[in-house]
C-alpha cells in the first residue's frame, strides 16, 4: 500500500511543500531533483537513526546520483550544544560545502534543531531539508523553522527562524521508534486537536488504539492534519511575536516539570500532557470551560498511555521554574487557556493566580 499526501507551501516568503507517504525514503533522489539539491548533500543523523535506516537513505541517494557525507552525532538532547556545533561547522568546511549545497536533517527533533541552525548560520545559511524520523519531529519540530541549541542555563536559548526548502516525511520509518517516543510525539497532535481542531481531537478520541498500533493511514492522517495546523499558525506568525505562543499549550507547567526533574524521568510530551491538563483545569477555574473540556483532555491523555498526575513538588518550585522559563516577563506570565475543545486563548496571568491555584490542587 502506497499513500502519498502533499501538502502545498503557503508561508509568504520561504515558502516549502510538505510530503508524507508510505515508502516515501525510497524515492528521496526524485523528491531531492525536484527541489533542486544539487549532487553533494551532506546528511546529518544520530547514530540510533544511521544505524536503523542510514544505509538505507545511503545507497538510495548514491542510486540517484547523490554524493552524500553523512555526519554522525550522538543521541540525546545534549548534542543540541556549541560542541557538536562545532563539529557540524569544522566538517562542513572541510567537506567545502558551498552556499548552494543542501543540509538534510535527518532524524528527530535534537537532529533537526542542531542541523537547522548550523544550516543557518554556515556561510550565512545554506539550503536545508527535513527528514524526519519521530513522530514528534514529523508533527511539530521539522515544520515551522525554529531552529537551535541549549545552553547551560536552559533549552533552545540560542537560534534562528529558519525555513526548511522541503519537507519529506516516510511514516514507514516510525516503525523502529519505541512506543514511549511514539507517545511522545502523540501528544502533540493531542495539543492541536486541544486547542485548534475539535474535529482531529475527535479523531484521536475514537482512533487512538488504532494510531499507537502505528496503523499507516491513520498515522498520514494525523501528521498531515498535523502540520496542515502548524503552518496555518506559522503563517500567522512565523517568528512568534504573539499568535504562535498558542502551540506552548501545556507547555508553562510542562516545562516547570522538565526543568525540576532535570530533562529526566520524564520526556517531553509526557509533561507536556500533564501541563495540557493542567491548563485545562486553570481555564474552568477560571471560568473559560467547563468540566467536560478537561474530563476529554484527560481521558484522552490517560486512555493514550500518557501521564495526567502533577508531580509532587510544591507550589512554590513550580513557580520559581515557570520563572526561569524564557518566555516569562515580570510578574506576569502569558498563559495558553482553553475554552471548549478547540478553542485556545492566550491570557497575561500574574503568578499569584497561578501559585494559587496550583496550592488549591496541590496537597502540600
Ligand atoms: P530525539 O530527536 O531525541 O529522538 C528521540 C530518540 O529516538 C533518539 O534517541 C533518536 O535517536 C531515536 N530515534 C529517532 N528516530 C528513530 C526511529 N525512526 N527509530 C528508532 N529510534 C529513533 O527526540 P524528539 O522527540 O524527536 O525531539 C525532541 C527535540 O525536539 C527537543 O530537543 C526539542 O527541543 C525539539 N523540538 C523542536 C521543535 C521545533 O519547532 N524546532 C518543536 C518541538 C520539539
Ligand atoms: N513547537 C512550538 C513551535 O514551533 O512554535
Known sequence: MKIRVELKGSLKDNSYD?????????????FLKDLGVKKKVCVVTSKTVNDLHGSNLESRLRADGFNPVFLLLPDGEATKSLKYLSFLYDELIK?????????????????????????????RGVNFIQVPTTLLADVDSSVGGKTGINHSSGKNLIGAFYQPKGVIIDVDILDTLTDRELKNGFAEVIKYGAILDEGLFLYLEKNYNEI???????LIYIIERSCKIKSDVVNKDEKEADFRSVLNFGHSLGHAIETLYNYENLKHGEAISIGMVFSAMLSKELGLCGDETVARIRKLIENSGLPSQIPDFTAEEYINAMRAD????????????????????????????IYDFLKKILKG
Request: proline letters at 0%.
Open 326 to 353: 524564557k518566555k516569562i516577563y515580570d510578574k506576569e506570565i502569558r498563559f495558553v487557556l482553553t475554552g471548549q475543545i478547540g478553542y485556545v486563548t492566550l491570557k497575561t496571568l500574574n503568578f499569584s493566580v
Open 212 to 218: 499507537l498500533s502505528r496503523n499507516k493511514e491513520s
Open 18 to 30: 510538505i510530503f508524507i507517504g508510505t515508502g516515501i525514503l525510497s524515492e528521496i533522489g526524485n
Open 95 to 123: 567537506n567545502r560545502f558551498e552556499r548552494s549545497d543542501h543540509v538534510i536533517a535527518f532524524g528527530g527533533g535534537v537532529i533537526g534543531d542542531i542541523a537547522g541552525f548550523a544550516a543557518a548560520t554556515y556561510l
